[in-house]
């Protein structure tokens, strides 16, 4: 009998031991919260550790996370794969859905009367651009050739359209030869004169005046949308999704680490994670390593029982 308690007894109280230990020791990460005193000194380990810890804790987490998770590198290679993409991809093509399916005045939402009062003022700020856009367009060397081929078959059709004494008069003169060869400076000088005419301030006046009126009534329409105004076809809807896409990523990509240096990581996670309440931040921890703790646990209670088993077996060895 005494042999049999012997071998029962310090396993048993061993496990038990060492199962409430361990117990006691997860409980203390976070009890008490609030440092105790007894005749005013402070009795060891309290608070518990993550509390009086939480501050260094906080810094540590915040480091890590800027460190290793929320990284330029990281954040670059996600942006870049494709699942993401066509995720950034699908917010933007429901947010041009939303936007073309507006009247420009839904889109306005109640400050049409204040968008007009300032259309003109806008108008005359993108007037630079817009004179800009046409002389680089009329300069471009296929647009030239395009306007010279087209005066070459205009200068046909006007000769056509004369008697044959006229056209006889002007052959013998050789005008239409010279015409044709003069056609590359003819297409200059009207590209001259259309700068010229651009930049004073009368034409500028009358556009801008048009404009404005113009984009005053689409403002105030009600009737149709704006896709129906601009008359997007499907096509070119996915287009413009890809491009918006492209010119956002694009965007964010350049900017990362200035992102991440304007937000500071760092200093954001761990004041929020010190700003949590203790019993906040312990539901999060065991929610999160519940099942690892009791193992924990129960490894306490095996360790013990096999301490006991042990000095049993010692205790009766050395009898």
């Known amino acids: 009998m005494n042999l049999l308690l012997l071998f029962i007894v310090p396993p048993i109280a061993g496990a038990i031991i060492g199962f409430v230990t361990n117990v006691i020791a997860i409980r203390m990460l976070f009890r008490p919260l609030k440092e105790v005193r007894i005749f005013g000194v402070r009795l060891p380990f309290t608070p518990g550790i993550l509390p009086r810890q939480r501050k260094k804790l906080a810094l540590s987490i915040g480091s890590m996370v800027e460190r290793e998770l929320l990284t330029p590198e ?118 001259s004169g259309v700068e010229r005419i651009l930049k004073e301030d009368k034409v500028k006046k009358s556009i801008l005046n048009t404009a404005s009126a113009s984009l005053g009534k689409m403002i105030e329409n009600d009737a149709k949308t704006i896709n129906a105004l601009i008359n997007l076809s499907p096509e070119e809807k996915i287009k413009l999704d890809d491009y918006l896409t492209d010119k956002l990523t694009g965007a964010v990509n350049g900017k990362i680490e200035y992102i991440l240096s304007s937000i500071d990581v760092k200093t954001l996670v761990s004041d929020r994670i010190d700003s949590l309440d203790m019993l906040r931040v312990e539901r999060i921890i065991l929610d999160v390593m519940s099942n690892q703790l009791k193992w924990v646990e129960l490894f306490g209670g095996v360790l013990g029982f096999l301490l006991g088993l042990f000095q049993a077996g010692l205790t009766y060895f050395l009898r």
Request: glycine share 4%; no cysteine.
């Open 74 to 191: 990281i954040l670059r290679d996600r942006l870049l794969r494709d699942d993401v993409r066509d995720k950034v991809r699908q917010a933007i093509s429901a947010f041009t859905e939303n936007i073309l399916e507006k009247t420009p005045k839904e889109l306005s939402e109640g400050s049409s009367k204040t968008l007009i009062e300032k259309t003109p003022y806008a108008l005359e700020k993108v007037y630079p651009v817009f004179s800009s856009a046409v002389m680089e367009f009329l300069n471009r060397r296929d647009i030239r050739l395009e306007l010279e081929s087209k005066g070459r078959i205009i200068l046909r059709d006007i000769m056509m359209q004369l008697n044959s004494l006229q056209r006889f008069f002007i052959s013998v003169g050789q005008y239409d030869q010279t015409l044709q060869e003069k056609m590359p400076n003819i297409i200059g000088d009207l590209a």
